[in-house]
């Protein structure tokens, strides 16, 4: 049981990750500056990772 959750805590961290490497290409466009959507995204993930990272 323990394997699966440092896979999951790993799948977790990769996903973050480069879910918000994308969103961070997507901030200051029309959209982003229409709806803060990218900005707001990218926040979270990077409060989120480092919440992870950290533990």
């Not at 996903?15 to 290409?25: G, I, N, Q, V």
């Not at 959209?31 to 990218?42: I, K, M, N, P």
């Amino acid at each position: 049981m323990e394997r699966l959750a440092t896979r999951r805590d790993a799948w977790e961290v990769y996903e973050r990750f480069f879910s918000c490497l994308h969103f961070r290409t997507r901030r200051g466009t029309p959209e982003d500056r229409r709806s803060g959507l990218y900005t707001r995204a990218v926040a979270q993930l990077t409060a989120g990772l480092g919440a992870r990272l950290s533990a």
